[in-house]
Every structure is written in C-alpha cells, then in structure tokens.
C-alpha cells in the first residue's frame, strides 16, 4: 500500500521562504490503534530518518489489511534543526536562536493539571477505555488552548509553536517511538518508562535506560508522564490500570551517521514492537526471539557522565562498549601549559565500574567539555551472551 | 584608597591557556556587610563593566575610614561569554556549547533544602543576627559539597564549575547587584524580589519589574529566593523578619553598548544604594531625592512580548519608550512570499495598552524571532513627571 | 502595471526543503536596456529590500508604455545568508559552511580571458552596439559552461550553485545595482568604477567610493571588470569607447535596520537613475537637481581601517559623521587587565584626518575586532552644503 | 635535553585575558639549519599535537650533541581555532569573526616582490649560501614592515597581527612542517612543491600531493613560495641552484581526533626527515627503508571533491581507502521531497576513477555540502605493496 502523504507547514523565514514535515500515513483496513514515529529532532541525530525510510520501503509491499490502526510516519521532523550548519558538523541539537534544547521544549499536561486526582475518582465506575477517551479528551482541550496565543499578534517564540505543530500529530496516539542516537558515538538503546518494562522488550535491544528521573519537557515524556500520573491517582484509589499509551525514546547509535546496523536495529525492532502491537501483520512477526529477549535495564541516575578536568587533547581513550573496573584508566588529557612548562599528561581513572556507553567524537577539550559516559554497575551485569 | 585585587581561575582551555576574573575588594575601615557587584554576566551587556570602572575611579578617591565592611567588584565576571564572537557581534547569551543561558545556571539551596520550616521553629528564640549566621552557615556548608563533583575525575560541565567559583564569591554578600542591559535595546530598570520595594528606591530608576514568577536558577534568584522561603516560613510561625540580604538585577539600556546616560544611572543609583545601607559614606549621598523617589513596579507577568507572526522584514516601529493604546500598530511586517506573488505588508496591533520597553536591534526576523517587549497596563501609569 | 513574477529555486536544504529567489520583471512596450537590481546579497544588509518594495510599489502606478527595457528585481537574493541567526544576530556575511563571504564568490569572466586584445583588435570594424553584442555573447558562452560541472554528480560547492542561478540573472543586464549596507552602521553611499564617476551622479548621494582597487570577485566587479578590460583594451588600441554596461553597488545605512531615511535615498536615487537612463519616464524625473549635484569621491584606498589594539569595551567614541583632525581621540579602549592590575584606560588617536565614515555595533572588542572607519582626506573637503 | 620554552602573547580578548603560544625550542651543539615545525592551525586537525608531544619526549632522551642547529616546536599554535566551539564540535577551521580560513591569511613575498629577477642577475658570482642568506635578509626585511602597521593606533585585524606573530617564528627556517589532518575523515599523506619530490620520501608516507596549483597565502606556501620564484630566475639566467629551503604540509588523518596510527606516522617521518637533513643524529636513522620508499605523487588539480547535488542523508557510501572505477556507485542521497511526494533514493557514480581519500563525517547534506574526495587515476596507480 502507499502511504496518504500530509504536507504541513512549519515555519515561515525571513526571506519569505517556507519549511515544511511531511506526515506518511499507513491506514490499516481494520480501526484500532494509533503509532506515530519521528526522526531527526536533534539535527545531528538522523539515523532514525533511513530507519522510516526503510520501513515505508518494506510497508509499500503491505495490504492494507495487514495493518490494524493507522501508522504515521514524520522523517526529518525538525527542518530549522537539521539544516543547521556550523561549518561542516550538523549542530542542531539546540536552537541557534535561543539555545533551547530541541528536545526539551514540549508541553506537559502533567505540569498544568491541578485535577487528576479528582479526575481519577470521578472515573470510577468506567472502563479502561472509556476513562482513556475522557483523559485524552481533556488532555486534547487543554493542548488546542495554547492556539489562541499562537494565533494572537503578539505571536509566540518559534519553539512554542513548532511543539504545538508536533505534538498536534503525535498527542492522541497510543504508541509514540521518537528515534534519536548519540550527539556524539553511543550504542544502541532505549528509554523505557517506568511500568513499561515488559513492552519494551519488543524493541530487541539490549539496554535500556530506565526513567528514575526526568529531564523535563522532553517529547517522549511530554507524551506519557499524564498517563503515568492517572495511572498512579488510579491505583492509589484502588483502581490500578495501565492504559495502552507508551512512548519511546530509540538511541540508535552514533550522531551525524546512519550506521546500517544501527538502522537494521530499529527497523527490526519498530516491526516487531507493532507486530506485537497486534497493529501489523507480517510473515514471522512478533519474531520467535521476542519472549527470551533480556533487556538490560540501567536505572536513568547510575549513568555518569565525564567532563574533562583541565584543557587539553584526549589519548588512549578506551573504546566503546568497554567494560571498566574502578579506577581503570578511561582516557588521558594532553594538557598544553602556558606557564612556560612542558606538556603535561594526565590519567583520568573511572570512578565506577561499567560500560562505556557513549564517547564523545571530538578528542580536542575545553575544561569542562563531555568526554563519555558510563553505565555504572557490576561489569557481569552487562556481560551479553 | 587603592582595592585589593584577587585573581581567580576560571577555566583552562583545549590550547592549555587559561581565563580569569579579577575581584576588586575595597575593604573599609570599619566592619560590616559585604556588598558584591559583578557585571557582564551575558557576553553583550557590557554596560556594567563602565559602570563599575567609574566605582572603582571614584573610590580611588574615598578613605577607607568611609566604607563600613567590604565591597567586591567583579567586572567582565564571563570571560567565555564575553569574548564570544559570532561574526561581529557579541552573541554570549548562552554557552555555545550546551545552550545553557548564563543566567539560568546557578545552584539554589531552596531547591534541595527539605527542612526550611524545621530550621525555622528551631531558632525561636534567637535574635535576627544569629538567624542570619546560622542559616547562611547551613547554606554555605550544602553549597561547599558541590565541589566534591567538580573535583571528581568525572568532572562537571563547565557552567557547573563556574557557578561554583562565582557564587563561591558571592553567597555570603548581604547585598549583591548584577548589572546587565538589554540584549536588544531597552529602558534602564532593576528586578526587585517581592518586599525590598522598599530598598528599590534609592536606585533611583522610573521601572521595577517585580518578580511575581521566577525564571529559574537566575544569579539574583539563587541569591535570595532561600532568603524570602525563610522569611515566610519564619512570618507563618510568628516571627516576622526581614534580614539584610537583597539581591538585585539592574537593566542598564541596550546591549553591545555602554550608553553614558544608562552608566551614569548605574553609578549613582548604586552609589545612592550603598550609601543608604550606611557602606558608603560620600558627601551629599543618600541623595535628597531618594525619599520621594517613585518606582513604577510592573508585575513580572505583565510583560508581553512580541514574537514575529510571520517571516519577513520590520518597518514603521514605533521607538523604544512610546506609550501604546490596545490595536496601536506597533509595526509591520514586509514579508516577501514565495510561492508567486507580490510582498505583503502585515500591521501588528498592540495585544493591550502599555508601554515599549525593549525593542529587537535585528529587523530581519523570522517567524518566532522576538521582536519587542511591553510592560502592559493602563497608558497613565507610565506617565513619568 | 503588475510585474512578471518567477521563482528560481536555489537550494534543496538536508530536510527536502528547497528555498527560492522570485524575480519581479516589469517589462515596457518599448524594446531596450535591461537593469537588475538586487538586495540583501549580506544576511544583516535588508535596507534594499525596503527600498526594492517600494520600488514595486510605485511602479504598480507606472504604465508599461512608461518603461523602456526590463526592470528585474531581485529582493531577499540570499535566502541562506538571511535567515541565518547566531542567536538574535543576522550573522550571513559569510556562508557559515565554509567561510565564503557571499559578496566574493562571483565568476569574473576577466580572470580566464586570455584573449581580450585579440578580441578587441578583431572588432576594430564594428561599432559599439555590435561590439557589445559579440562581447557579451563571448561572455556568457564561457559563463554557461559552468553549468556542465554543476550538473555532473561530483556537483559543486554551494556558492559556485549560487552564483551560477544569480549571474544567469544578471550577466546580460546593461545595468547592475546592489543594495547593501553596513553591516555595522554606516553613511549612505555607493561604490563607483573608475569612469563611470558622470553616472553616479544620479544617484544623489552624497560620497562615492572609487574603485582605485578591487576586493576580488565582488557581484558588482564581476559584471563590470570584462568590460572596463575590454574598454581600456580599445583604448589602446584607438578606438575609445565606453559601453551602456554599469554596474553599482549602493551602501544604505546600517545593518539589521531598514532606516527611513537611507531607503527614502535608495528609492529616489534609482528611479532618477533609471530616468537619466531613459528606462523609466515619470513626472519630475530626472529630478532637476541631478545636474548641479556633486559626488565627493573617496579614492578607495584612502578608507581607514581601525581595528582594536587592545582587547576592551569602547567608550567615548566619536559618532558616525565627526569630522576629525590628525589626532583627535577617536575613542578609548576601558581594558580590563588579568595580571593583577587595575583597569586601564587607551585613547586612540586619529592616524590622519577625515570623516568617520562606518562604526561597529558591538562596543565589545577582543584585540583586532573591527572599530570603525574614516574617509581620509582634509576634513574641508567633506563639508556638505 | 629539556627544551628552552618561550611564551608569546597572542591576542588580548575582550575579558582583558590573553592568550599564548608557546615555542619548545631544541638547539644542538652544533651549529646548522633550523627546522621549524607546528601544529593544530585549523581547530579540529589536532593529531600533530600528539606527534610534537611524542617528539618532545623523545628528545629528552637525546643529547644536545645529537643535534645540529636548532628545533622549533609549537603545538597548539592557534589559541583562538582550538578553543572555538560549536555545540561539541571544533569549528575553527575559519575566523568566527571574519570568515578568514586560518590557513589563507599568511604574508607572501612573492606578492609584493617587483624585483626577483634584478636581485638574482646581482648575485651572479655569489655562492648558494651567500644567495640565500642575502636573499633571507630582503624577505625578512620587507616582512618585519608590517610592524609599522600593526603598531599604528588604527591597529589590524586578528589575522594579520597573528600571522606576523607566527611568521616571526618561522621565516627564518631552513624545514617548516605545518601538521594537519582531515577537516574530515582521511588518508595520511603530505604536500610536496615542484622541485622537493626527493625530500618528500624521508616522511615515509605513500601519498603526496603535488602542489600544480596554489590555494594562496596558505602557511606551506606563503614560506616557500618566494625561494621556489627566486630559484627559478637562477635556473633561467643559467644559475640553477635548490636553496635548503623546504616546507611541508603533513595531513594526518582524521579531524577532531589522534588517530594513534597517524600519530605514530608523524612522528617516525619527522624524525626520519630531520635525520636526513643531518639535523638529528638517533641510532637507526635514517631508516633503511628511506631509499627505496616509493611516495605516489597525485597532481593537485587531480583530486576531486564531490559535493551533494540535493539535500538529503547519505547511505551507502563507500569507504575511505576504496579503489573506484568510473561510474561505481559512491554513496546514496536519501532525499526527503517536500512536496508531497515519497523519498527518493539517489545514486552517486564515480566521475573518473581513482582513489577515495578523503570522506565527510556528517552523513546529512545540504544541497553542495561536501561529501568526498578522490585522487583520480587508473585505480592500478594506488595499489601500495
């Protein structure tokens, strides 16, 4: 089946020129449930644009009653981002304009409502869908009264408008895969929610970082924290359910690239997450592997992040993947003084064992700057068979 | 009297160079409090560094039998952001390297403390002086953990290291004054924290925005907000104190300019303040006029800004300080379309009457670029006499 | 009468988007001369677009039958250069991908001609008309087979894209004007190729740079240095003349702004030229003044450069127009020192007399940051009745 | 032996900081040439900074006696491109202020010498070393003019204070070696001029280019430009002398990185140079291999850049160090249509055939973003034994 193609405007610029996303949707025969998938939020950040390539490619062979719901599609989902040049690297993680952070700029309705628990109580006598259609109601209208500023002459700055334009598509799906990768060079993962551990296996990755704390406004977040907290209010009134809305946040490895078993990943894993889904019907899918599969689950406060301690360029880094014991060598800094000494080198020692997780693609350093991070835990823990 | 002049690191570069901030103390005679000034904060606001040359060429000529206890100077107090350069211009608002506005960084103890009201009862029957010392104690000692991480091989980003040093400098000052201007163009007003409307007055500005909502880890903010959660804890248990701490944030005109009349309004108005704390002791200061001096506080949310509502090119503004009716045409804009047809002139009404205290320096605007600012309210309440 | 509108894409950005020039032609009845003019070649130069608006404005009142020739017009020429920001700034001087100032990346048809002499000598039969016609068909052969490495899949660099779709534009065109501005803030002026000194006359402003030395691939030396090669080549050989072929490049006040008073000059000085050029016929045109008015040349290598010698904030500086004496303190350099000393104070003296002609925006300046500039000559000379 | 370290300020920032280089000078006991060798002028080409570290350490196991004449090292030699960041990445390859390459801004004698001919025809009956040194004294003559100008109150811009500061150093050298690497991702490999082809062998590396043409004022050029002219106005008046004056360009590998492999090549051929110029007298070198090491020499004018001929992710690719055939498939351009049309995949073939060495390291391309370089020739030309 082809996709029904949606072009949607997104920003005017000065020169009169306009930007535009394209939303690619996959309408299944059957009603049900809805996806939606983006790529490339952070400009550098656009492996997850070949993964919706990919997966158009492969649906394009698909019946339409193959599919259950509707699927859509967002690839290159931030033009202002990954446009973005600071001469040759894509440095769009921010905006240039304001410094905001592309991914932490989304609205929460968790931040705003001052009713959920009254909401819950008032609920009790419904059914699981019939309370999600209500939330998702209030949810919604709450969402459309940010219009009116947006509408008024006094306009809104850029960022406030692009998320109402984003999360307009993506706000009354069930399912939400948001595909980012390392700024720098990470391996493959995923952030899983807390209660959604079970789900998350369908993603056949290996690790995933589990959401202990927030970093607030970003887009998987913006999607899922309401229903986490209904779900809470609920159980806490003796009414535990957990609703068929998740988001998902896919590291697929390594900025600024596409790397095609990073791809292969994503694709393989958004397939069969639908599949199991019961929203896609393809030859083979839910894959036999999915029940074994083991994610391993890094609790989001035990990464560490390394920054450099003093000016200087960085030597025998330990590549990534390694497994560290405390007090390893990571890394050395070439430090260059200019006091009239020689060079200077020094040892960087981890400070807790684990897996180096993602390093940073420039050696050359400011005091300050990222160097890597580590999953910190009992190196057997990571050990993969 | 001659200052005493402290040279503190700040970081050391990939080069292996290193940038510093300089402290200038002139520390009088007598014992008292300590008043701490820095300026430059944001790379473009430059205003302050005159501001605090002409403190410093003035107090050349002061004794020190005329200051009562210690006041620092700290000019160019960002030398990354100051020296910053994109293209000609001074574009230092945020660190190019992570986004982080350089003044939404700071550490702020009411955010960790758990125990505000706890502290509060235990100090019952001690005078405000002893409060005063044992709170400031307890923020110094949560403060000084901070550098366990930065002196961890992991390190801290850089903005959590130079927080460090600054507000090492600066979070024992009973009174502390950061002078920043515009990044665009606008009017000379000061920030002032909810009950120090009062104090406000001696530096002789037109405009006070009084912070009814907090940006969030701002200098000023991470300085008082602890301050005012004891205050009220302390006032809710029946005991009412007002302590000597203030922190302050002057707007000293537009950005990339040192504008003599905007300095000269620093000077006195900062000169006035110290004088009226009983620090300075100068003849003819507190000036006369303090008393009757009436400051026209704006509620923090009554500022609107404008952000453009289309891209294209401003024309007909009206100037910086104009008086507007609601539906004013406060300005065009000329937006070349691009899609076959002529340009088009938009006219952009004001949203509610008020008055123009910030225009963009950039006429060229995308949409969502900020455009002008205004502080809402009936035209007659601006009326300056 | 309405123009005719195209639109040319120029670029294809990484996200699929494409950004777009649009040429506004307004063709007369009668055959003749074809001007191009231009604007906004520099992101922060836009005075040009205000003044090519209004252009299409006025013209919209003009009957065909008053046009003789075509009129092209090409506002916003640069959608890459304009809508790039370095936060609030419009940085587009240069492309920020590799450096290219986008004002000196323009094919010059005189640096591969080998054989301008053997061309002119060929010619000595013809007359100036014919010439004219054979040269610039020469020309463009050469220029359009540029097109053959656009088109190969090795591709080109962007600008060499870019000024390929500009010059197809204007190559042919008898008359070339380019709006710019300072990018700082400037007097309104333009630039004038040597002999063409009785032309810019019409323009009605008051200074004029004379081309005693050119910058190298410039948009207005590309169109007009094969000409004055050829010119001098049949001067040499004797048979002087000076061909309907001029180009200009017009300087309209400040950056970032589109000030009133610069556009109002821009928009009288190009209809009087088109007047004088018997393109354009409308009542009072050319204006009676144009005869009696005097340009006062400014040998280009007579402007002065002044560049900071110290890295500081400037203060004190002399303003935009000061006729200065050999001497005279320009402004002063308040440089903070980090080794322990006091602030420091630097007058800069004037090197030779002149009028302050260009001065920078940014009072911030790292050591070699630009500062201003001053036609050098007896300050008398510069006096304007 | 330790070297003798000597610190040279650089620029003043606008914070009142400074900024140094510094010059690790080794001077034999013997009296001889100068060798003169830095590093890391464009920001991210940091891997020679490694190479001159390991060399340092080295030569503090050698004796003075186990060197004739002096060593000059300087790593780090561009403060200003080092230190510059964009997001995570080093930038500097040009002047954020001015657009300048760091690489283009070097003062060549050649360019303003009206008289190479006269003086070779005055030294007739000189020997080559008095030639040289009369010849030394001319350049450096006319070089250090330009203090006059850089004194002057109306001072320079950066680069061309800066320039002089690093040509201060370096003009006098009989061998200057600037390291670089890849702005990108590439092949290790050296610039050879016309004429120095039988030197070029001591680095030992398999590829040079061959300098057919001139980027212009590049550091390599602007030193060895003036002694090339000068030896060919010998050759033609009958005198044919090679001045022991050379000056190389060493690309080592990839951007951003110190890439060990790389390193270890620039030091082992440094090291091997000198000791062919009898400047470095270690046990085993020269290496054996010298004589026989067979360097592929590829004429600038053939390498070919390939630059996106449409927006969009690059697949596919072949990598780095690949053989093509004209007409293999290079990369796919996955291009995202905006205009309601499905992506399109785009094929990429080989224009000629050769060798690809060099590659982007940012997979997403604006339409004429830089995507890979070839030296082309028959493929059997690259095969290395």
């Given at each position: 089946?082809?996709?029904?193609?949606?072009?949607?405007?997104i920003?005017q610029?000065?020169?009169?020129?306009?930007l535009?996303?394209?939303?690619?949707?996959?309408?299944?025969?059957?009603?049900?449930?809805?996806?939606?998938?983006?790529?490339?939020?952070?400009?550098?950040?656009?492996?997850?644009?070949?993964?919706?390539?990919?997966?158009?490619?492969?649906?394009?062979?698909?019946?339409?009653?193959?599919?259950?719901?509707?699927?859509?599609?967002?690839?290159?989902?931030?033009?202002?981002?990954?446009?973005?040049?600071?001469?040759?690297?894509?440095?769009?993680?921010?905006?240039?304009?304001?410094?905001?952070?592309?991914?932490?700029?989304?609205?929460?309705?968790?931040?705003?409502?001052?009713?959920i628990?009254?909401?819950?109580?008032?609920?009790?006598?419904?059914?699981?869908?019939?309370?999600?259609?209500n939330?998702?109601?209030?949810?919604?209208?709450?969402?459309?009264?940010?219009?009116?500023?947006?509408?008024?002459?006094?306009?809104?700055?850029?960022?406030?408008?692009?998320?109402?334009?984003?999360?307009?598509?993506?706000?009354?799906?069930?399912?939400?895969?948001?595909?980012?990768?390392?700024?720098?060079?990470?391996?493959?993962?995923?952030?899983?929610?807390?209660?959604?551990?079970?789900?998350?296996?369908?993603?056949?990755?290996?690790?995933?970082?589990?959401?202990?704390?927030?970093?607030?406004?970003?887009f998987?977040?913006?999607?899922?924290?309401?229903?986490?907290?209904?779900?809470?209010?609920?159980?806490?009134?003796?009414?535990?359910?957990?609703?068929?809305?998740?988001?998902?946040?896919?590291?697929?490895?390594?900025?600024?690239?596409?790397?095609?078993q990073?791809?292969?990943?994503?694709?393989?894993?958004?397939?069969?997450?639908?599949?199991?889904?019961?929203?896609?019907?393809?030859?083979?899918f839910?894959?036999?592997?999915?029940?074994?599969?083991?994610?391993?689950?890094?609790?989001?406060d035990?990464?560490?992040?390394?920054?450099?301690?003093?000016?200087?360029?960085?030597?025998?880094?330990?590549?990534l993947?390694?497994?560290?014991?405390?007090?390893?060598?990571?890394?050395?800094?070439?430090s260059?003084?200019?006091?009239?000494?020689?060079?200077?080198?020094?040892?960087?020692?981890?400070?807790?064992?684990?897996?180096?997780?993602?390093?940073?693609?420039?050696?050359?350093?400011?005091?300050?700057?990222?160097?890597?991070?580590?999953?910190?835990?009992?190196?057997?823990?990571?050990?993969?068979?």
């Open positions: 089946m082809l996709p029904i193609i949606e072009r949607v405007p920003v610029l000065a020169s009169g020129d306009r535009f996303i394209q939303v690619y949707k996959f309408i299944g025969d059957n009603p049900g449930p809805k996806a939606y998938i983006q790529s490339n939020l952070h400009g550098a950040e656009i492996a997850g644009n070949a993964v919706i390539h990919q997966l158009m490619e492969l649906w394009q062979q698909v019946d339409a009653s193959q599919i259950t719901g509707e699927i859509w599609l967002v690839p290159v989902c931030n033009p202002l981002g990954i446009n973005r040049r600071s001469q040759h690297f894509s440095s769009g993680r921010y905006h240039s304009y304001d410094g905001k952070d592309w991914n932490r700029i989304f609205w929460d309705y968790e931040k705003e409502a001052t009713d628990n009254q909401f819950a109580s008032s609920q009790i006598n419904l059914n699981p869908d019939e309370i999600a259609t939330y998702r109601n209030i949810i919604l209208k709450h969402f459309h009264k940010l219009q009116e500023e947006i509408n008024a002459a006094s306009g809104v700055p850029f960022v406030e408008q692009y998320r109402y334009q984003l999360q307009s598509l993506s706000l009354d799906a069930n399912y939400v895969i948001d595909c980012h990768s390392s700024t720098n060079q990470g391996l493959d993962y995923l952030y899983c929610f807390s209660s959604r551990e079970e789900s998350a296996k369908a993603f056949l990755l290996d690790y995933a970082i589990l959401m202990t704390e927030y970093d607030g406004d970003a998987d977040e913006a999607g899922m924290k309401p229903w986490l907290a209904l779900e809470k209010s609920l159980a806490q009134q003796g009414n535990p359910i957990q609703f068929e809305v998740e988001s998902w946040t896919l590291e697929l490895g390594t900025g600024m690239q596409m790397n095609p990073s791809v292969a990943k994503g694709v393989r894993g958004i397939q069969n997450y639908l599949a199991t889904k019961g929203m896609l019907e393809i030859p083979g839910p894959l036999p592997e999915t029940d074994l599969h083991s994610v391993n689950f890094i609790p989001k035990r990464i560490r992040k390394y920054y450099a301690t003093a000016g200087g360029m960085i030597q025998n880094r330990l590549p993947g390694t497994l560290v014991k405390k007090g390893d060598c990571l890394y050395q800094l070439l260059f003084d200019k006091t009239g000494e020689l060079p200077q080198i020094i040892d960087i020692p981890a400070v807790e064992s684990g897996l180096i997780a993602d390093i940073c693609t420039n050696y050359s350093a400011n005091q300050g700057d990222y160097i890597l991070s580590i999953f910190q835990g009992e190196t057997d823990k990571f050990m993969i068979n």
